[in-house]
Nanobody
């Protein structure tokens, strides 16, 4: 069964940077929209950034100008570059993607297992 696998989380001081990566664990026919969401303790899961198959992007207001989402279609990978990190960015970050695992399959939405990002003040 295909899964999304994230990497790149960790502990960083305020003002620092991290880059998250996410890719499916197996063979994929097509990946459409990809995105990152985050969930802080006691809060709902919120959109951080999304990128379409044509590289159109959309960001949460709270991260505009600090975070950049990008994708490498040859590697089926989506990235989230996070600069000028703040303590309020601390959360579990989840990768999300709309994918078709084969030419005959229906598009489904997939989630990664999450990666912790902690920003210390």
């Amino acid at each position: 069964q295909v899964q999304l696998v994230e990497s790149g989380g960790g502990l960083v001081q305020a003002g620092g940077s991290l880059r998250l990566s996410c890719a499916p664990s197996g063979s994929i026919f097509r990946i459409n929209t990809m995105g990152w969401y985050r969930q802080a303790p006691g809060k709902q899961r919120d959109l951080v950034a999304v990128i379409s198959s044509r590289n159109m992007t959309n960001y949460a207001d709270s991260v505009k100008g600090r975070f950049t989402i990008s994708r490498d279609n040859a590697k089926n990978t989506v990235y989230l570059r996070m600069n000028s990190l703040k303590p309020e960015d601390t959360a579990v970050y989840y990768c999300n993607a709309d994918m078709l695992v084969s030419w005959s399959s229906l598009q489904r939405n997939y989630w990664g297992q999450g990666t912790q990002v902690t920003v210390s003040s």
